[in-house]
């Protein structure tokens, strides 16, 4: 499995920024895909998932927020992140549903983007 996730940058807050994550060496139609954050000094915490038909699933955090996507044709998915707040700083990776419960990045898991949400 290979995970490739870009976009991360610095931001305003209210501002919005749409992260990418390319997949690879897995069947990734067949996986249920979301993305998790590392905050600084605190644990991993799984943001939402998108199934294999497009539905999806969100934590109370970023519920309203945050929309999470997928494209099958091109093994991609993606984080629209929108009225963004400080609190939302940290590395984002993207990683199968199965991964949820980790209480840290897993090993087959990409390097991450990094958000900063700051004036």
């Known amino acids: 499995m290979q995970l490739v996730e870009f976009g991360g940058g610095l931001v305003q807050p209210g501002g919005s920024l749409r992260l990418f994550c390319v997949a690879s060496g897995f069947n990734f139609s067949a996986r249920v895909m979301g993305w998790a954050r590392q905050a600084p000094g605190k644990r991993l915490e799984w943001l939402g998932h998108v199934y294999r038909d497009s539905t999806t699933y969100y934590s109370e955090s970023v519920r309203g927020r945050f929309t999470i996507s997928r494209d099958n044709a091109k093994s991609m998915v993606y984080l629209q992140m929108d009225s963004l707040k400080p609190e939302d700083t940290g590395v984002y990776y993207c990683?199968?549903?199965?991964?949820?419960?980790?209480?840290?990045?897993?090993?087959?898991w990409g390097h991450g983007t990094q958000v900063i949400v700051s004036s």
């Open positions: 990683a199968p549903e199965t991964d949820a419960g980790y209480s840290r990045p897993g090993d087959s």
